[in-house]
């Protein structure tokens, strides 16, 4: 099996997707957290949010530096693993490509001037419309990419003639049945994920209070309730699309909703099939043991309605069947989103209800885990989408087999890769660390005080706001 140029080809193609999303999920979500963080601070005139907003920015670059190179490898790879998805299906989708590109560069341009310009206007309302621009990018740069996966979920826009994909409307290649759910997807989990991550790091510090002063708390405490505040929005935003995408899938990809949820006949009032086991039987069918079943759970899901009839998986061909184990990453991926909703919701009511201290160890350390948790989330939803969508690179045109190469080079490439990217990964994590070991909150706080005091201005405003 290793020596399959096939199976070498997917493996790398997913380290590389896997390494990259972290980054491109990092990439998409920080700069909204950003303006947010900014915006406050300048309304309020609180200079803690808008040192939230430089820290982060200062992480966010970094992790924009490593996103580069993983990208650059996915568009390498696509070419060098794929060559003939990219002869037939290269022309489709050149404009989201080159329009990512696009996106990516606008990006990058207004956010050095966001750098280079703090504390240069007179009016520092203008530099916070500066970012505006970078939040566009970054999402942008994630719907064009998006659009690609999108297309190759529902191939549209074309016409096949002797094997050649011929008139070719660019447009509606990229804006096809599986676009408006799959990107909004995409955009509002990176959202929650990051809201998540930023949120950890102040639960993290709140945590280990003992060393921390009372300007740090307070510090963190903000970035606590930002962070939390916006995960709860944006895990309900991905609730709704997540139902969206649910219905999307019985309607144009049924027998990969039918593998997620281990669906084998088709019937009405279908139960929702969480965890549980596969058993084998003699004639071939399967048994699910240890499930937690849910009545009309699937149904609904499938087509709003308890009597919507699911498509079973015993319909279509054995070859055309999506691997069963997606079913595990769906499961995680939905059972991660509800965690979110959960914890973010109970800080929030713990927060609003006075009475109940949502900056306990137990609530802090369900936030902690949030972090990881959704990153994880991110990684299984990738994961359910792409182990899902086979045995077809282009659904229903396509075959991954037969848009592999068959180079012998695959194997060696899979290792040197992997050694960047543990090289990427272990270089990136230390300059984070060194970068805010060096520049602690405390010292930066400090700072702001000495030149607030200068300046005749007050440090801090009311902590309950």
Request: net charge neutral; proline share 4%; with cysteine.
């Amino acid at each position: 099996m290793f020596n399959d140029p096939v199976v070498l080809s997917r493996l790398l193609t997913g380290l590389t997707l896997a390494f990259h999303i972290i980054f491109a999920t990092i990439g998409v979500g920080v700069p909204l957290m950003v303006l947010a963080a900014e915006f406050i601070g300048l309304k309020r005139k609180d200079p803690d949010y808008i040192l939230l907003a430089r820290r982060w920015t200062r992480g966010y670059v970094v992790t924009v530096a490593v996103g580069v190179v993983t990208g650059t490898a996915i568009g390498l790879q696509l070419s060098l693993l794929w060559p003939s998805l990219m002869q037939v299906a290269g022309q489709t989708i050149a404009l989201p490509l080159f329009m990512e590109t696009f996106a990516f560069f606008f990006e990058a341009i207004f956010l050095g001037i966001y750098l280079y310009t703090w504390d240069r206007f007179k009016n520092p309302w203008l530099h916070w419309l500066i970012g505006i621009p970078v939040v566009i990018g970054a999402t942008a740069s994630a719907f064009f990419i998006t659009t690609v996966n999108s297309f190759m979920n529902s191939p549209e826009g074309f016409k096949i003639v002797n094997g050649t994909l011929t008139q070719i409307e660019p447009l509606k290649a990229m804006f096809n049945t599986a676009t408006p759910t799959k990107a909004t997807h995409v955009i509002v989990s990176a959202y929650l994920t990051v809201a998540f991550i930023l949120a950890a790091i102040a639960a993290f510090h709140l945590l280990r209070k003992k060393t921390l002063s009372a300007a740090e708390t307070a510090y963190h405490k903000k970035a606590l309730r930002l962070t939390v505040m916006a995960g709860l929005i944006f895990a309900f935003s991905t609730a709704l699309v997540g139902d969206f995408s649910g219905k999307y899938l019985a309607k144009y990809q049924p027998e990969k909703l039918a593998a997620a949820e281990w669906h084998f006949e088709t019937t009405s009032e279908a139960e929702l099939i969480f965890g549980g086991i596969l058993d084998q039987q003699e004639d071939g069918s399967y048994e699910i043991k240890g499930a937690v079943k849910i009545p009309y759970a699937l149904s609904i899901l499938a087509g709003g309605a308890p009597n919507t009839e699911v498509i079973g998986l015993n319909e279509f061909a054995k070859e055309d069947q999506a691997p069963l184990i997606v079913h595990y990453f769906f499961d995680i991926m939905v059972s991660i989103g509800m965690y979110l909703t959960a914890i973010s919701a109970l800080f929030i009511l713990a927060f609003r209800l006075k009475k109940l201290n949502p900056y306990n160890k137990w609530i802090l350390r369900g936030v902690f885990i949030g972090g990881p948790l959704a990153m994880i989330s991110i990684e299984a939803g990738w994961m359910y989408a792409e182990i899902g969508r086979q045995p077809w690179t282009l659904y229903g045109i396509m075959r991954t087999a037969d848009a592999a190469t068959t180079s012998t080079a695959v194997g060696p490439m899979l290792i040197l890769f992997s050694a960047l990217y543990l090289l990427l990964g272990t270089i990136c994590t230390v300059v984070l660390l060194r970068m805010f070991k060096k520049n602690t909150v405390g010292k930066e706080l400090q700072e702001l005080a000495e030149n607030h005091h200068a300046r005749g201005e007050a440090m801090f405003v009311d902590d309950n706001k």
